[in-house]
């Protein structure tokens, strides 16, 4: 009987039972695939090329691999009973077994952790000096999502991009996007004023959404602060707020002395008024203080790139307003600064590329309407990283481009008027004032549907996670 080497048997069957299971995962992974583009998810060359694609060699390389365990299995098995059939398999297990056994035990390895989509995510730093515009891909968030047992891919999708576009053409060529809640610039008010009626505007803002205050209309708000006067003078005004902070007037709580001013104007215009609040009148005086002593009691004094105060940046203005912890957020940050540019607070200021505010009924709506898609089993999306808000903001992005593309199409009656009059008309780049105008009517549309509940697959739970119903 010749020799045998027995301990190459196990390994040559554990390919075998590798390669099983290792199917069983690719199964799995083609299946999720196969869902994100029967929604028309959007695979870009990233996604294709880093985690679709080696699945496809996973599967062919492991299919070659049983197919030759079995036949150096079969080779070991004749070799071990001293036949003499097939001579080419047992010299197949004879010179190769062991080295089948392990490129097999090597290969399944690699395709369970996903070896060759890891290695990507590791250079990405390297990849990026090549091609600085990939950081942008989603692909990244999504090749991560896909290695855990329960992923939430978000991808984009064309179809459900130009849905939602042809929403937004709708209100823009009707004149109607201006609702209750968009707040006009108080023309009334020096630049100063308006600047601080929009920090302190803003700050009660996030308040409201953080402590579940009543809900209210933004446009009559805004109104009723910038109407705020004591002695005919405006409580927003950098005097007004200095004397406030040195303590020479009745109080120092100015959200109080807000509270007094604005909440008649409120009642007036059939709104609740601003509720009383410790916690409120803390972080208020607080940003108070930081605007009187950093600031010299003006908002407008963020974006002074000199001591001359008549050149202003909005990359200085971005940065400086994170010093008023209630703007530090993603999504009241680009909104504030959205406000003193739309209210003209800083003369000839280059405004640059618009930011998007992140909100979680903008993704609701992004999904809802399918310019977002994900798994079937991807029921609850928390939006709380900054990936998934990258993507929302992206999808959003996509909208407007989309919505441009059919301003300055013929074929689209009024749009060319439209985009015209906006290039003309506006102290705004066109590009930043049609990106506000865009991004305004989709957070009022999410916000419309989620007050009457009519999103039909997604909706907005207790805790502001975004929840699939049913």
């Not at 803003?202 to 705020?228: K, N, T």
Request: charged share 20%; net charge neutral; aromatic share 10%.
């Amino acid at each position: 009987m010749p020799e045998v080497d027995l301990k190459v048997f196990p390994l040559i069957v554990s390919t075998g039972t590798n390669g099983f299971a290792a199917a069983a995962q690719l199964r799995k992974r083609f299946v999720r695939i196969g869902q994100l583009r029967d929604r028309g998810a959007e695979i870009d060359g990233l996604f294709r090329t880093a985690y679709e694609w080696p699945q496809h060699l996973y599967r062919w390389a492991l299919g070659i691999l049983c197919a030759a365990g079995a036949v150096a299995l079969i080779g070991g098995l004749l070799r071990l009973v001293d036949s003499r059939a097939f001579p080419a398999a047992q010299g197949f297990f004879e010179n190769y077994g062991a080295a089948v056994a392990i490129v097999g035990i090597l290969l399944w390895f690699i395709a369970s952790v996903e070896g060759f989509t890891r290695l990507v995510l590791f250079a990405k730093a390297a990849i990026a000096i090549l091609r600085p515009s990939i950081l942008s891909s989603p692909s990244w968030y999504n090749m991560i999502q896909l290695f855990a047992d329960s992923p939430q891919p978000l991808f984009l999708c064309k179809i459900g991009v130009e849905r939602l576009s042809d929403v937004v053409m709708q209100k823009l060529l009707a004149g109607a996007y201006q609702d209750n809640n968009f707040a006009s610039a108080p023309t009334q008010l020096a630049s100063d004023e308006r600047a601080n009626v929009a920090l302190f505007g803003c700050m009660i803002e996030q308040e409201h959404w953080d402590r579940g205050f009543q809900r209210r209309d933004w446009a009559p708000f805004y109104r009723a602060l910038a109407e705020c006067r004591e002695d005919g003078q405006s409580i927003f005004s950098p005097d007004y707020l200095r004397r406030v902070h040195m303590g020479t007037g009745a109080t120092r709580d100015f959200y109080q002395i807000i509270r007094t001013a604005a909440n008649p104007a409120l009642v007036s215009a059939a709104q609740p008024e601003l509720p009383e609040s410790a916690t409120v009148s803390s972080d208020v005086g607080e940003a108070l203080n930081v605007l009187v002593d950093r600031y010299s009691g003006s908002a407008v004094n963020l974006a002074n790139a000199d001591l001359t105060g008549r050149h202003f940046n909005i990359e200085r203005a971005f940065a400086e307003a994170s010093s008023f912890p209630l703007l530090r957020s993603d999504s009241m940050r680009p909104q504030f600064l959205k406000l003193l540019v739309r209210w003209d607070v800083w003369p000839g200021i280059q405004p640059g590329r618009f930011i998007y505010p992140f909100s979680a009924r903008i993704a609701a709506l992004l999904l809802d309407s399918g310019a977002l898609v994900t798994l079937d089993d991807s029921d609850r999306l928390t939006f709380r990283t900054e990936d998934q808000r990258m993507i929302v903001r992206e999808g959003v992005r996509r909208v407007v481009a989309n919505v441009e593309r059919l301003l300055m199409s013929d074929s689209v009656n009024g749009a060319r008027a439209y985009y015209s009059a906006l290039r003309n008309e506006q102290a705004h780049p066109a590009e930043w004032e049609l990106a506000q105008r865009v991004d305004y009517v989709l957070w009022s549309e999410a916000r419309n549907r989620a007050a009457a509940d009519t999103f039909e697959d997604w909706s907005i739970g207790k805790d502001g996670f975004v929840e699939r119903k049913g």
